[in-house]
């Protein structure tokens, strides 16, 4: 019984930290109300999965359930540790590969996240977002050419991807390149209207 409440908890956690856009531009953490009927762990409950992964360290459900509440939490080194073991266990978990991905990103290594990102997409090619964020990586380990290449082919694939003409834009910036920066920061503006 207690199992099953256990992974439906996991599940509705799991369905409710996807992320819809980019996670270099925006942040949507797990809401702290329950308005919206999530779970939300407190340092309690914390401590309550921990002890029911050391009995079922196998759930990666309820792992990574619990590796996106520290991640939401800020326990960036708590959430990577899941994270690892889901991704050990699950290969190809796109999921877990793309938090963790994301949580590296927010602790500033972007090596870490780059190695995530690039694993994320040989899963799914086509996840524009996860381009998007791997590109931003590039350009913060000084990385403008890789940045460019991926944001460009980002764009190819979707004209429409606003935050790909945005991440351009800051490309072209850092490349002293401020017309083209300025075109692509207008398409930008003109697709999120």
Do not use: W
């Not at 050990?88 to 796109?94: A, G, I, P, R, Y």
């Not at 890789?146 to 429409?160: E, T």
């Amino acid at each position: 019984m207690i199992n099953k409440i256990l992974s439906a908890l996991a599940l509705i956690i799991f369905l409710a930290v996807s992320f819809t856009s980019c996670n270099s531009v925006e942040k949507k953490p797990i809401p702290k109300t329950s308005e919206d009927s999530t779970v939300v762990f407190t340092k309690d409950s914390f401590a309550f999965y921990e002890n029911k992964l050391i009995e079922d360290s196998l759930n990666t459900q309820l792992r990574y359930a619990l590796a996106t509440n520290y991640y939401a939490d800020k326990q960036f080194d708590k959430a990577i540790e899941h994270l690892l073991l889901v991704c050990k266990t699950e290969d190809k978990n796109l999921a877990a590969i793309v938090t963790l991905g994301n949580v590296y990103y927010d602790a500033s290594q972007y090596e870490n996240a780059i190695t995530s990102y690039e694993k994320a997409l040989q899963l799914d090619p086509t996840d524009l977002n996860v381009r998007c964020d791997l590109a931003t990586c590039y350009l913060n380990i000084k990385k403008a050419d890789v940045a460019y290449n991926l944001l460009k082919k980002n764009i190819q694939m979707d004209n429409k991807h606003a935050q790909s003409h945005h991440n351009l834009s800051v490309v072209y910036s850092q490349m002293g390149k401020a017309k083209e920066a300025e075109e692509e920061m207008k398409i930008f503006k003109s697709l999120n209207k």
